[in-house]
């Protein structure tokens, strides 16, 4: 998932200064699992702006607002209501807003669409409701089948690909010592599955022309440009 956190309230006042019709754009996935974006995290952020004397025209949570397919749904019904909105405050991650925004164009209107939340990441869930730990890169250059399945250019704080560094020491990160060092974990995990032959294999430097940005995905091709 994306890992989003709430920008602090005064941002979001500054975000929205001018603005007194406000449209509530929450997101019922990733968001809402981070507990910043749901429709628990809209309703509450509707009823604060309101007492700052934001007037709020509506408010909706798609299911994932970073799918097109998911979102223009549930938007476009609303197209008169976000007409009357002087702008659009999306509480889900860099991408949710962007879709918004691309819905509000395809609409036919133009309004200011302003975010409440940082996007923090590609997290994954360790433990439920608690904590997720950012794990993926998105590099596009996938090394997970050499590693044991733990990606070194995420949790190495240096991202190396052929061991650890010399300031590794009881198994834990030179740069945060309350860390365990990612290519200790490696090798134990390599350990345990019987490959630890694999780590003799050295590994060249990462393509990372493949990580340049914006990337599109044609799906059906499964081609990455």
């Not at 449209?23 to 749901?38: E, I, N, P, Q, S």
């Not at 509450?44 to 309101?50: F, P, T």
């Not at 990462?206 to 990455?224: H, M, N, Q, W």
Request: aromatic share 4%; hydrophobic share 35%.
């Amino acid at each position: 998932m994306i890992g989003t956190a709430k920008k602090p309230f005064d941002e979001i006042l500054a975000a929205l200064k001018g603005f007194q019709k406000i449209g509530m754009v929450g997101c019922d996935g990733c968001a809402k699992v981070c507990l910043t974006g749901g429709s628990d995290e809209v309703a509450a952020l509707a009823q604060e702006l309101k007492t700052q004397g934001k007037e709020i025209v509506f408010e909706a949570s798609p299911e994932r607002t970073c799918n097109m397919a998911k979102a223009k749904p549930v938007l476009d019904p609303l197209k008169d209501k976000i007409q009357a909105s002087d702008a659009l405050l999306v509480l889900g991650c860099g991408g949710a807003v962007q879709i918004a925004r691309y819905v509000t164009e395809t609409l036919g209107l133009t309004l200011p669409v302003k975010t409440g939340l940082n996007s923090v990441g590609h997290m994954d869930t360790t433990v439920p409701g608690q904590i997720a730990i950012e794990q993926c890169q998105e590099c596009g250059d996938c090394i997970l089948n050499d590693t044991g399945g733990i990606c070194p250019v995420t949790k190495c704080a240096k991202g190396l690909l052929n061991g650890p560094c010399g300031g590794s020491e009881d198994g834990k990160c030179e740069v945060d010592p309350a860390r365990d060092c990612a290519w200790v974990l490696i090798y134990n995990r390599m350990v345990a599955l019987g490959e630890v032959d694999n780590l003799k294999k050295f590994v060249g430097a990462k393509d990372y022309s493949k990580a340049a940005k914006p990337r599109t995905l044609y799906i059906k091709e499964g081609r990455v440009a």
